[in-house]
């Protein structure tokens, strides 16, 4: 049983910041990758960014530069801060977590999803 709980959604002006956390609970040893996914009204879902276990991260083409990933493995959690935030950042945000390993060395297959955060940018 693993649970996902994110926070740090909130209404900010353009260009303002967020941070957004994830925390996973449940029976953890080890998770091999985390990742932040968004989707918008009448669009579907993408990945914003993801980080492995061994801190190699991935980003969409149009956050590269303006959000960083990163993770505290002891707390099984995973951050995104969002600077110089756009309009079309607008979304709900999603923790993602896959490749998770109990302390029994079980690899679980299915993808864990956090309930969404909003995230909404506007004047």
């Known amino acids: 049983q693993v649970q996902l709980v994110e926070s740090g959604g909130d209404l900010v002006q353009p260009g303002g910041s967020l941070r957004l956390s994830c925390a996973a609970s449940g029976s953890i040893f080890t998770i091999n990758a985390m990742g932040w996914y968004r989707q918008a009204p009448g669009k579907q879902r993408e990945l914003v960014a993801a980080i492995t276990s061994g801190v190699i991260t991935n980003y969409a083409d149009s956050v590269k530069g303006r959000f960083t990933i990163s993770r505290d493995n002891a707390k099984n959690t995973v951050y995104l801060q969002m600077n110089s935030l756009k309009p079309e950042d607008t979304a709900a945000y999603y923790c993602?977590?896959?490749?998770?390993?109990?302390?029994?060395?079980?690899?679980?297959?299915?993808?864990?999803w956090g309930q969404g955060t909003q995230v909404t940018v506007s004047s």
């Open positions: 993602n977590a896959k490749g998770v390993r109990d302390y029994s060395g079980r690899l679980d297959t299915q993808d864990y």
